[in-house]
């Protein structure tokens, strides 16, 4: 009984090994029938991105155009847009070049870049595009339609939306006004928006992408997007201190949108200085004052106020000027200023350099270099003379002495 319990046991045993065993292999071949390719040998399939869209008149369509190979074999397709409406211009693209064939491995898909572009004679109406594909042998095709409804809109500002963060800038006549504009696209649609400026005559207005330097006209929105663009205003030389309104519109169709800019000159600062001759050197004695006379002339195109003086002159050395200050010079005005420079007591006989700086508002300045000769003094002058005479006189002696002896 005990010999036949132990058999049963050995041979369940068995079984139970022989099972854990071959479950994998059956686990295996389960697997491989569900993994069986079930795709035809042959297939493909074109289809647009959408089957029915509606859009404003006037609007592009853009979307992607899908070729899809069902089979087991690779195959090069070939497409065409066999029915365009009257009035549209339709492309396929793949990257920048136009698309009429492809490879396509088998179980893989390729897209292409579809646009319908409609032009100013299509009106409202449903517009109905077929796209055809097939292999290169022509046994197997595809075929898929796309309806466009091209729609009456009436477009507001509300579609298009401006804002900037500093639409007042200030400066110099001579300088160049960068104004940042967001523009906004509400609608759902991607759209072309024209630029346009109306500012003061003779002013230079320009239209640029966001830090780059070209000029644009035009630019295109995403649906739902902003884009920033630079609006670049250079007024001209002549233009007066004020305030000067500058208008800008952006367009796309019916829509419209404004927005008010101001630009306020401050007119140009600019300072010019020298002395009535031209002569920039001046002679004077060790210890004594040396005088000069300066111009100070507003060369620009606003009123300069609160003008001053300073200079830069050797260790020691002594300027002044008179008057020390002008409270006010305006365009065009001249003025005198007499310039005081004694050099240093212990100064060397020889040329020295001394700046004579003229500062304005808004950085406006000018310097004026002199080259100061100092010379001694003439009463030294006359004693070195008398020494000389004496010297003379007294070697005159000595010999008229000697020779009586």
């Not at 997007?225 to 004020?242: D, F, H, L, N, Y």
């Not at 020889?350 to 300045?365: A, C, K, N, T």
């Amino acid at each position: 009984m005990g010999r036949m319990r132990m058999k049963q046991g050995l041979f369940f045993l068995i079984v139970v090994m022989c099972v854990s065993l071959l479950s994998p292999v059956f686990i295996f071949a389960a697997e491989e029938k569900e993994k069986k390719d079930t795709r035809p040998e042959r297939g493909i399939i074109v289809y647009p991105e959408f089957s029915t869209v509606s859009v404003a008149k006037g609007e592009t369509v853009r979307m992607e155009l899908t070729l899809e190979n069902k089979g087991r074999a690779d195959e090069t397709i070939d497409v065409k847009i066999s029915t365009v409406p009257k009035g549209w211009k339709a492309t396929m693209k793949g990257g920048s070049y136009l698309v009429a064939g492809l490879y396509v491995a088998n179980g893989k898909s390729r897209n292409l870049t579809l646009s319908l572009e409609p032009d100013k004679s299509v009106g409202p109406g449903t517009y109905v595009f077929q796209f055809d594909a097939q292999t290169v042998d022509g046994k197997f095709t595809s075929t898929h339609k796309l309806t466009v409804n091209a729609q009456e809109r009436i477009l507001g500002a509300d579609d298009i939306q401006i804002t900037t963060s500093y639409p007042v800038l200030r400066g110099q006549t001579d300088a160049k006004f960068e104004f940042s504009l967001e523009v906004l696209n509400k609608s759902d649609s991607d759209r072309a928006f024209n630029l346009a400026a109306i500012g003061p005559e003779k002013w230079e207005i320009n239209f640029k992408p966001a830090y780059e330097a070209k000029q644009i006209s035009s630019l295109r929105i995403k649906g739902g997007q902003s884009q920033t663009v630079a609006v670049e205003v250079s007024p001209p030389r002549e233009a007066k201190s004020g305030e000067y309104p500058v208008q800008v519109k952006i367009s796309s169709g019916e829509q419209k949108a404004e927005a008010k800019l101001m630009v306020a000159l401050t007119g140009i600062y600019k300072l010019d200085a020298g002395t009535p001759t031209g002569i920039l050197s001046l002679e004077t004695m060790v210890g004594k004052p040396g005088n000069v006379s300066l111009f100070v002339k507003n060369t620009g195109s606003a009123v300069n106020r609160n003008v001053s003086f300073s200079s830069f002159k050797p260790e020691n050395w002594e300027v002044k000027f008179n008057p020390e200050k002008i409270e006010a010079l305006e365009p065009n005005a001249l003025k005198q200023v007499e310039v005081t420079i004694t050099p240093a007591k212990e100064a060397l006989v020889g040329d020295y350099s001394v700046g004579l700086m003229v500062d304005g508002e808004r950085g406006s300045s000018k310097t004026v270099e002199m080259r100061t000769t100092v010379r001694a003094s003439t009463a030294w002058g006359w004693i070195g003379i008398g020494i000389i005479i004496f010297v003379i006189a007294g070697l005159c002696g000595l010999f008229i002495w000697l020779g009586r002896r």
